[in-house]
């Protein structure tokens, strides 16, 4: 039999750490590597694993444009030899490649989910829909068409609720809600801002998750499962430092989704759950894209990049992949700025201060001299206000962190490296991280 040839690969987004983690896997592996993405300064552009870098137009600012200019860069660098010639998207750009795949079909293959079985899942509306006709186990959930279906919602499900929007990613316009006025206003909020009503969601109390797959039509083939122990900012952002989990336990809900709707490619899918294995985990998202963990994945002994390459040029063997090891990792620099966030009781200190003087002022205004107002406000503070630098927590959190293994620095492919600059730098001027660091 001939030997396959090693093949080459276009890979988008290249300024983020999914597209490094795929380009250093593969280009280790000997196959050519020509990253892509809307701007000139990336990881992949100074990585020794990629041999060309391309501009496209940012598919935000022109969608078309995009399409054009990516298929541009397919033709140009299209092997006259035969041998296999894949497209890898990344991000959020994979449902546009997705839904146009056909007119690449000509001249290189696309490794995407097909765009009929995206469709089932996403956006969440469709996900409910789907999920919910083959039994699979989720919040209890609501479409509310117009503002005067929130009193129904309401009169039957107690606050806290939780609104999403359809076609939110990251945890944009996500919005916790505690009475029926936040909810009104959450409403109102996400069809001014993405022009449709948000879905309502029970609000549940529990541990999320990220459950890593690869399909294969309908047949798991690849699964590892993870979960942050450090955010940045903490409770709210994005996952800086990760851990495994048990993947068996979420396979099961997982296999009622994927299998009907024949998925092919890569999933990851978001659960929550209660830590109990009596109990299913509770289905949240469907994410027909790479996540911010594959390193996390890759290291934890399932190659996903080498699995969706053999998926789409060539044929993948019949066992199912799953983690050999258990294993930490955290993005650079920013898991020490978690735990410094996490160890400062900011909001401690501030309610304590602030029942400190109210309790002052009621004083004042009690005829009390304004001697004895301070010294409350004094013997309040010290009894209320938490010590501003939980160093306990500092030093539990540091020993944590300091085996993890480095998303990014590698002594392999060190240039690399300058490409993190563009996230401190979106990180300064927005104060959190770009939307392609979210889990």
Not at 155 to 174: C, D, E, M, Q
Not at 179 to 191: G, M, V, W
Request: glycine share 6%; with cysteine; hydrophobic share 35%.
């Amino acid at each position: 039999m001939e030997k396959q040839q090693k093949g080459r690969v276009i890979i988008t987004s290249a300024r983020n750490i999914m597209a490094l983690v795929i380009a250093r896997n593969l280009g280790s592996k000997g196959i050519e590597v020509i990253a892509a993405d809307c701007i000139s300064f990336t990881m992949l552009a100074y990585s020794k694993y990629v041999t060309h870098h391309e501009e496209y137009t940012s598919y935000e600012e022109n969608e078309k444009q995009f399409l054009d200019d990516l298929e541009k860069i397919v033709k140009k660098y299209k092997p006259d030899d035969g041998r296999p010639f894949l497209l890898i998207p990344v991000f959020r750009e994979t449902m546009i490649i997705a839904k146009n795949a056909e007119r690449f079909f000509p001249h290189i293959k696309v490794a995407t989910p097909p765009f009929s079985a995206i469709e089932k899942v996403y956006p969440k509306d469709n996900l409910f829909k789907t999920a919910s006709r083959y039994g699979v186990n989720i919040p209890e959930t609501y479409l509310p068409e117009k503002e005067s279906d929130l009193e129904e919602i309401t009169s039957n499900n107690p606050f806290p609720l939780i609104t999403k929007p359809y076609a939110g990613t990251g945890g944009t316009g996500i919005h916790k809600v505690d009475s029926k006025q936040e909810l009104i206003d959450a409403f109102k909020d996400n069809k001014s801002n993405f022009g449709s009503p948000p879905l309502v969601q029970e609000f549940v109390d529990q541990d999320e998750y990220c459950l890593t797959t690869l399909f294969d039509d309908g047949k798991m083939k690849a699964a590892m499962a993870y979960k942050n122990i450090l955010e940045f900012p903490q409770g709210e952002g994005s996952g800086v430092m990760r851990e495994n989990a048990d993947v068996d336990l979420f396979i099961g809900e997982a296999l009622k989704l994927m299998a009907p709707i024949r998925w092919n490619g890569i999933a990851q899918i978001d659960f929550l759950w209660d830590g109990n294995k009596e109990n299913k985990p509770i289905l949240l998202e469907v994410n027909p894209r790479f996540w911010a963990g594959l390193y996390q994945s890759v290291q934890a002994g399932v190659d996903f990049p080498w699995l969706i390459y053999k998926l789409f040029t060539d044929r993948l063997p019949d066992h199912v992949h799953k983690p050999k090891y258990d294993i930490k990792t955290k993005l650079p620099l920013v898991w020490v700025a978690s735990i410094m966030q996490d160890s400062i009781n900011i909001n401690d200190t501030l309610s304590g201060l602030k029942d400190a003087g109210e309790k002052a002022f009621n004083e004042l205004r009690s005829d009390k001299n304004l001697s004895d107002a301070f010294d409350t406000f004094l013997n309040e503070t010290k009894s209320k206000v938490k010590a501003p630098f939980n160093k306990d927590n500092f030093k539990q959190k540091w020993k944590i962190s300091r085996n993890a293994e480095n998303e990014i620095f590698s002594q392999e492919d060190p240039k690399a490296s300058i490409g993190i600059s563009y996230a401190l730098a979106y990180w300064i001027k927005y104060k959190k991280l770009p939307p392609e660091a979210k889990p």
